[in-house]
């Protein structure tokens, strides 16, 4: 499978801090996801992003692919930020893309 | 918005017991998966989907099978349940798989199950 690493492991912010959340993968992919979990455990979806820049509210993300690398740069952090942030990205294979996860960053937002 | 429900978020089950996992999506979706989530490993898949009957082993199927008699709806089947089976399980849909990039295939997930066996 693909390796997907995210860095950093664990981010501790003050609120209204701006943060850069970074994954690298391995090997050439077909797309890339960011994710959000939740206290309850559901992957929110943030961003479907398998190349270029995408902005939603304090979020926004950029790809590029030819270098295998993403980044996730969240500005003004508030508390409810926090969470664990994944990456994944995929592959097609026998019908589907499947994806292969980093193992996130933990993010703590202290108000 | 698509939706992806799973049956339990809570379930506690007995050793060797054989445990059914339900998961329905309403987008009309070719593909399903089932993941799940254990710490400091991360989110690993089980089995996939991508049509009615078919289904293909992910990276640690052992011990499980799964069931995709309908479009909208794909079980995880654990045999005889074992204490190392106690996880996270996380299952998703996509339209369809592609290697064209300008093809949409965002997957998008359920609640997900947080079994205990006992």
């Known amino acids: 499978g693909i390796q997907v690493e995210q860095s950093p492991p664990d981010l501790i912010l003050q609120e209204g801090a701006n943060s850069t959340l970074r994954c690298n993968f391995s090997d050439s992919v077909n797309n890339l996801q960011w994710f959000h979990q939740n206290p309850w455990g559901q992957l929110i979806n943030l961003f479907y992003?398998?190349?270029g820049t995408k902005q939603n509210g304090r979020l926004s993300a950029t790809t590029v692919a030819t270098e295998r690398y993403s980044l996730l740069y969240i500005s003004s952090s508030q508390t409810t930020d926090s969470g664990v942030y994944f990456c994944a990205v995929a592959r097609y294979q026998t019908g589907a893309n499947n994806l292969f996860f980093g193992t996130g960053t933990r993010l703590t937002v202290i108000p | 918005d698509v939706k992806v429900t799973q049956s339990s978020r809570y379930l506690v089950k007995r050793t060797g017991e054989k445990v059914f996992l339900e998961c329905v999506q309403d987008?009309?979706?070719?593909?399903m998966f089932w993941y799940r989530q254990d710490p400091g490993l991360g989110l690993r898949l089980i089995y996939f989907s991508y049509d009615v009957k078919m289904k293909e082993k992910g990276d640690i199927p052992e011990g499980y099978s799964v069931s995709r008699e309908k479009k909208e709806r794909f079980s995880l089947i654990l045999e005889s349940a074992s204490t190392n089976q106690t996880s996270m399980y996380l299952c998703?849909?996509?339209?369809?798989?592609?290697?064209?990039?300008?093809?949409?295939?965002?997957?998008?997930f359920g609640q997900g199950t947080r079994l205990t066996v006992v």
């Open positions: 998703a849909s996509s339209l369809w798989g592609t290697d064209k990039p300008t093809e949409n295939t965002e997957a998008f």
């Open positions: 992003i398998p190349s």
């Open positions: 987008m009309d979706h070719e593909n």
